[in-house]
């Protein structure tokens, strides 16, 4: 049985930070990309970050253009766990943070991912 647990959300003023942490268990994940998404009420699931193994046992990260710069995403192929270090966080970044796992290297795409962790709330307050 694979688990995905997050941890890590909370409330923050605006300009604030948070670090989240993701740890999968079950098998091991070390060639797997692993990635954070975000849902925010009324919109769709939207990619955040993530990283891949390239094959030269280093992990490579890819972001989106709307976190580039404040959130930074770290892997620990060893431990099946990935942290995302946001800064400088804003009111539009209040969402529901997942954190999942896919075979696919380097998908953005949500379909790709096959396992998921239950989500953990982000709420930036202005």
């Known amino acids: 049985q694979v688990d995905v647990v997050e941890s890590g959300g909370g409330v923050v003023q605006a300009g604030g930070s948070l670090r989240l942490s993701c740890v999968a268990s079950g098998r091991t994940f070390a060639t ?3 990635g954070w998404f975000r849902q925010a009420p009324g919109k769709e699931r939207e990619f955040v970050a993530s990283t891949r193994w390239n094959g030269r046992n280093i992990y490579s990260a890819d972001y989106a253009e709307s976190i580039t710069g404040r ?11 990935v942290d995302l270090q946001m800064n400088d966080l804003k009111s539009e970044d209040t969402a529901v943070y997942s954190c999942a796992l896919s075979s696919s ?3 953005r795409n949500s379909n790709d991912y096959t396992f ?10 202005s």
């Open 116 to 125: 998921w962790g239950q989500g953990t709330q982000v709420t930036v307050s």
């Open 32 to 34: 797997w990309t692993m």
């Open 105 to 107: 290297a380097g998908s």
């Open 71 to 81: 959130f930074t995403i770290s892997r620990n192929g060893a431990k099946n766990s």
